[in-house]
């Protein structure tokens, strides 16, 4: 089975809205990084974030070892968030595994 | 300026051809890796390296060969292209596992 999940697969929200991103995973890890996809290609390194929580700007990670779990948490979502947000678990091989992202869409 | 660069941005290939994707990094980082992503779906591992003259095989091999003459190149060679390697394809390095990747801005590739 996949060994990280992301959820949900899309979502659509209002600008100004928050947006909640959830990664799941199955196996042990030694971190968990967020991207952002900008449309077009892209990724751009959000977090690196192996346990408890960090912040930038607008956005927060959370990351629950015991739980298995990692969120992303947009606050007052602007139009230019738009893209596709990637978790992905570095394994204790330093392997990458990621999700299947999450696409995000802010209407104005 | 980006510190990690592919090229070409963009390629069509004929089944049967070889193909050979570029990537330079000057982040002075010791490892580099090529993912593959498939429209809709996260990145996979094809091949690393930690250190030049060396490569290391990823979760999905099969079809690809790497080389790494140099701790900022690494380039990944498509022997026999086949329409299933359609594909954009991303060049990453990192200083260590357990630490931050930079990623290039991605290949895509189009076999015919």
């Known amino acids: 089975g996949q060994q990280v999940q992301q959820s949900p697969a899309s979502l659509v929200l209002q600008e100004g809205e928050n947006a909640e991103l959830q990664c799941n995973f199955s196996?042990?890890?030694?971190?968990m990084q967020w991207f952002y996809q900008r449309p077009g290609g892209s990724l751009v390194s959000l977090f690196y974030?192996?346990?408890g929580t960090k912040h930038s700007g607008r956005l927060t990670s959370t990351t629950v070892i015991k739980e298995r779990r990692s969120s992303l948490h947009i606050s007052s979502s602007q139009t230019t968030d738009s893209g596709t947000y990637l978790c992905?678990?570095?394994?204790?091989?330093?392997?990458?595994?990621f999700g299947q992202g999450t696409k995000l869409s802010i209407k104005p | 300026e980006a510190a990690v660069t592919q090229s070409p941005r963009s390629k069509v290939a004929v089944t049967g051809g070889k193909v050979t994707l570029s990537c330079h990094q000057t982040?002075?980082?010791?490892?580099m890796y090529w993912y593959r992503q498939d429209t809709g779906h996260g990145l996979r591992l094809i091949h690393y390296?930690?250190?030049?003259?060396?490569?290391e095989k990823g979760d999905i091999p099969d079809g690809y060969k790497a080389s790494r003459p140099s701790q900022e190149n690494f380039s990944l060679i498509l022997e026999l292209a086949s329409l299933s390697q359609t594909a954009v394809y991303f060049c990453?390095?990192?200083?260590?596992?357990?630490?931050?990747?930079?990623f290039g801005s991605g290949t895509r590739l189009l076999v015919i």
């Open positions: 974030n192996p346990s």
């Open positions: 990453a390095s990192s200083a260590r596992p357990n630490s931050d990747y930079t």
């Open positions: 390296s930690y250190v030049a003259d060396s490569t």
């Open positions: 196996t042990s890890l030694n971190s």
């Open positions: 982040n002075n980082h010791d490892y």
């Open positions: 992905a678990l570095e394994n204790n091989q330093g392997k990458l595994i």
